[in-house]
């Protein structure tokens, strides 16, 4: 797949990408969604890594 190019390609894809995380968070029960992940890091669950994204 190559990168948008045009200002509206490039929105429609942003657009289509953050459907496509909410949707898998929203499939996502409140113990799957609060539950640490397996591994050591800065990232510890789905909110830490919803919030360096956002940052």
Do not use: C, W
Not at 1 to 7: E, N
Not at 18 to 33: G, H, K, S, W, Y
Not at 35 to 47: A, E, K, L
């Amino acid at each position: 797949m190559t990168r948008p190019t045009a200002k509206q390609a490039l929105l429609d894809s942003s657009q289509k990408n953050f459907n496509q995380l909410v949707t898998i968070i929203n499939q996502m029960t409140p113990e799957q969604a609060t539950t640490p992940f397996q591994f050591d890091g800065r990232d510890r669950n789905v909110r830490d890594v919803l919030i360096h994204l956002y940052e």
